[in-house]
């Protein structure tokens, strides 16, 4: 069949609808759309470029299209297509499984509307994500986004299956998700972090470095740099299983992680309107299952790569920005993901202290600017930033205390880690410094955002608060959000024992971060088994949407069966 009438959905910066309006033969016409207004794109020379080659093609673009709604959007052409593409679909950033897949149900949906008799719907999916035979690794049914189910209710089967290859698609560049710190970001993160930098940049010569890949072989853990026994955080370790489905889960307490922005190979699946079946070739192959992974938990883990790096300078400030990982405790500061910027600076030994000075006293003063200009006329904050010394008495954390934010019982909030003991074999003549900066937790306190799950919204009305070049002080969109009140108590497995961040983590993961607070309200212990019985108590409330009283209910349903497989307890 010769598609005549081709429609794309979800375009990022326009370029797979440029690249493939420039390979369509005379009588194809191509509409490309996306969901954000015109004006969200406009200064993005990207799309400028890719909407001029579409227009010089003769193709139409539109904006403002919501994918799940076709029929809506094109009612009043009452036009049936050929062929719709929707590369990459997903909701955008934390969004999980249930809800990527709710996405694609109702897109499959949307497309029984606009699609001709016999019509075909591609989509493009990271490997693992559909949960067919066809992906390799193939993931547990309920951990995928069942594409084919979803589809079905759309009235669309499966029809073929083949690699998705970006190099055929001459210009293209997936957008899909967009970190904090892209060039194009508004966000604050990336506000925060090109402030800091142009600060040092005016003293130190900066040479600004790629950042790597989160996952790491089990290698890298050799690696982990001694500031982690200073560090509240826990790693996460990611153990491929061997079992007769390949699939990955975190190790201990066994929460399943979605591995999808980690993965590098797509698959693009075809599904046709037209009933006839020609059977799908069981293409699941036995993979070779690696070893464990570290998903970082601090860039500091790639200091040393710096060093013996080709690019390494010695003198120059090198910088590296980028999104790290850890378990921890539930608390208002405390960061599961947040984003880092880490320096590495190299010195000749002979100037070690007025070296290592310089550099300690200009990162004091730049952070105490971006301190002290959330409000113009606020208290002063410069006796607040502190580098605490560590025992060893070379080595520092970065406290703050906040003045008039935030509970009275913070003392100081850690926001990053300087090492001053590091050395190399392979400059033996130089002493080197890092320095390791929780952007995150600078962003809450220079604007007054007393939440960090505020910083990974995806509601438009948070972005729409900051202006590029002003710094003012937060105002919450969401006002007096209602918190509900929920306890737990179970009974411990004695052999396994009990881990507490195991038990926040997976808290975290069931609710979806709407679990603000986790207290200890009692202890019991059996007088004739022996057996230890803990209760606590749950507070649910969200920041940026609406929770009801029977949604907390749900969640904290589904936290009772989950402790239960995942922490082996017994719940009361």
Request: charged fraction near 20%.
């Amino acid at each position: 069949m010769v598609a005549r009438r081709l429609l794309l959905v979800g375009e990022g910066n326009f370029s797979f609808a440029a690249a493939l309006s420039e390979v369509q033969g005379p009588g194809t016409s191509l509409i490309a759309t996306c969901p954000q207004k015109l004006t969200a794109l406009t200064e993005d020379p990207v799309f400028q470029e890719n909407l001029r080659r579409l227009r010089d093609r003769g193709a139409e673009v539109r904006f403002g299209v919501d994918c799940t709604q076709l029929a809506e959007a094109f009612a009043a052409d009452g036009w049936k297509f050929d062929r719709i593409y929707f590369n990459f679909p997903h909701c955008g950033r934390k969004a999980g499984v249930a809800k990527n897949r709710e996405l694609l149900a109702r897109f499959f949906q949307s497309c029984a509307d606009v699609l001709s008799e016999r019509g075909e719907v591609h989509v493009a999916l990271c490997r693992g994500q559909g949960g067919t035979p066809a992906d390799s690794p193939r993931r547990e049914w309920h951990n995928s986004w069942q594409v084919v189910a979803m589809a079905a209710g759309g009235g669309l089967i499966l029809s073929n299956v083949h690699p998705f290859s970006s190099d055929a698609v001459p210009g293209y560049k997936c957008t899909g998700y967009r970190g904090f710190l892209e060039t194009n970001s508004s966000h604050p993160v990336r506000t925060i972090n090109e402030k800091l930098i142009a600060e040092l940049s005016k003293t130190f010569s900066v040479q600004r470095l790629k950042c790597p890949p989160p996952l790491l072989p089990e290698k890298h853990c050799d690696s982990h740099i001694a500031w982690s026994s200073d560090s509240p955080s826990v790693p996460f370790w990611i153990v491929p299983q061997k079992e007769k489905i390949p699939h990955c889960k975190l190790l201990a307490g066994e929460t399943a992680w979605d591995m999808e922005d980690f993965l590098v190979s797509f698959s693009s699946l075809h599904l046709q309107k037209d009933p006839e079946w020609n059977g799908e070739q069981d293409t699941q192959k036995r993979i070779q299952s690696p070893t464990k992974f570290l998903l970082r938990p601090s860039l500091l883990v790639f200091a040393q790569d710096v060093i013996q790096g080709p690019h390494f300078l010695p003198g120059s400030l090198h910088i590296l920005s980028g999104p790290v990982f850890r378990k921890c405790l539930i608390s208002p500061f405390m960061l599961p993901a947040f984003h880092e910027t880490l320096f590495i600076h190299g010195f000749n030994k002979k100037m070690n202290n007025s070296c290592l000075q310089l550099f300690l006293e200009h990162l004091k003063c730049s952070l105490h600017n971006l301190l002290t200009q959330r409000l113009p006329d606020g208290p002063e904050l410069s006796s607040s930033l502190i580098f605490k010394p560590q025992k060893n008495k070379k080595d520092y954390m970065i406290c703050v205390k906040p003045h008039n934010f935030g509970p009275d019982e913070i003392v100081g909030l850690v926001i990053g880690f300087i090492i001053t003991s590091a050395t190399s074999h392979l400059y033996k003549d130089l002493d080197f410094v890092f320095a390791s900066v929780n952007l995150d937790l600078l962003v809450m306190l220079v604007w007054g955002i007393p939440d960090w799950r505020i910083l990974w919204t995806f509601d438009k009305r948070f972005l729409d608060h900051f202006v590029p070049g002003k710094v003012e002080p937060f105002k919450d969109f969401s006002l007096y959000p209602p918190s509900y009140v929920h306890d737990v108590s179970f009974w411990l497995d004695e052999e396994r024992g009990f881990d507490e961040v195991e038990f926040h983590t997976v808290a975290r993961a069931v609710s979806q971060d709407m679990i603000t607070s986790i207290q200890l309200l009692n202890r019991f212990q059996h007088p004739q088994t022996g057996r230890v019985s803990l209760c606590y108590r749950l507070t649910y409330q969200a920041c940026d949407r609406a929770l009801s009283h029977q949604q907390a209910i749900l969640i904290q349903n589904r936290l009772r069966m989950e402790i239960q497989q995942s922490l082996h307890v017994t719940v009361r």
